[in-house]
């Protein structure tokens, strides 16, 4: 991707800089009786504890939502047998219709930058859990894939997201055919600073309810560490190009809290950033297993 389409990308949706900044107002009693005054407040300061010691009980008890899971292959065809690549591919689609598969099969193809032509095959909304029981055996899929698949492939690398749903703005259709993938490798140390920093891009944007829409997921194990992905999504080639309606970052985080924040997020942004890519993948349906409803 070229250096002008991500910095275009920066100033859009605000990747590559970010902070917060907050203010604690101070506050006390007001003036009161020493000795009635005095054992009031005692008595509501315990019983305020006490309270407080409950709702920490029970905010412990509550069980914490399950992650989700963005389990995928990188899988590289080798030079000149993309059609076998992708005939064995429906073959395999046709032979999950067979096992009544319950999970869906996603497939995307990789459009641009180093890794075009490879294709991204994965599931998608799983929980870890979820793959100690799958629909169809690792065994019996790991066979059909060799019989299918495997010689037509260069190169496999597989690689297990988790969706950052805190931070997301998924679309509501679900209908993009194009998805921009960039990826931010994190200077070690500063993973915090940059989570919170896309909390507050996110704040920002949901506050003023600006129009965009995104997912962030970070690795969780088959690569660097300190590694997280964007993807926004797009109907058509026409809809990569900026939209006017949608507010530089800047000018987002400034409507939002003010310049001093919108400046401490920004810089939050560029100091956590190592560096970023950009990839353009498009969903590929005639591939992909979509379960029987």
């Given at each position: 991707m070229r250096q002008s389409r991500a910095r275009m990308i920066a100033r859009r949706y605000g990747l590559t800089r970010l902070g917060a900044g907050c203010t604690v107002a101070p506050f006390g009693p007001?003036?009161?009786q020493i000795r009635e005054e005095l054992v009031k407040l005692t008595k509501l300061t315990a019983g305020a504890g006490v309270f407080l010691l409950g709702?920490?009980?029970v905010a412990a008890q509550a069980p914490a939502p399950k992650a989700e899971i963005a389990a995928l292959e990188f899988q590289t065809p080798k030079n000149g047998m993309v059609k076998q690549y992708e005939d064995g591919r429906k073959q395999k689609v046709d032979w999950h219709k067979q096992q009544k598969d319950t999970q869906a099969l996603f497939v995307f193809e990789t459009l641009t930058g180093e890794r075009t032509g490879t294709y991204i095959v994965g599931r998608?909304?799983?929980?870890?859990?979820?793959?100690?029981?799958p629909s169809v055996t690792d065994a019996a899929d790991l066979a059909e894939y060799q019989k299918a698949i495997g010689a037509s492939v260069e190169k496999l690398t597989t690689a297990?997201?988790?969706?950052?749903?805190?931070?997301?703005?998924?679309?509501?259709?679900?209908?993009?055919?194009?998805t921009e993938v960039i990826t931010f490798h994190i200077r070690y140390g500063h993973n915090d600073d940059f989570r919170s920093a896309i909390a507050r891009v996110h704040d920002a944007r949901t506050q003023l309810k600006t129009p965009s829409h995104?997912?962030?997921?970070?690795l969780v194990t088959g690569g660097p560490g300190g590694t997280y992905v964007l993807t926004i999504e797009h109907a058509n080639w026409a809809a990569i190009e900026d939209d006017p309606a949608i507010k530089p970052l800047r000018d987002?985080?400034?409507?939002?809290?003010?310049?001093?924040e919108?400046?401490?997020?920004?810089?939050r942004i560029n100091s956590s950033v190592e560096s970023?890519?950009?990839?353009?993948?498009?969903?590929?349906?005639?591939?992909?297993?979509m379960p029987a409803k």
């Open positions: 007001t003036v009161f709702v920490i009980s998608l909304g799983q929980h870890w859990a979820d793959m100690d029981t297990y997201y988790e969706y950052m749903p805190k931070v997301s703005n998924p679309p509501t259709d679900m209908n993009g055919k194009y995104y997912n962030w997921y970070h987002v985080l400034r409507e939002a809290f003010g310049e001093q919108a400046m401490s997020v920004i810089e970023t890519y950009d990839e353009l993948i498009q969903f590929r349906p005639d591939l992909s297993y």
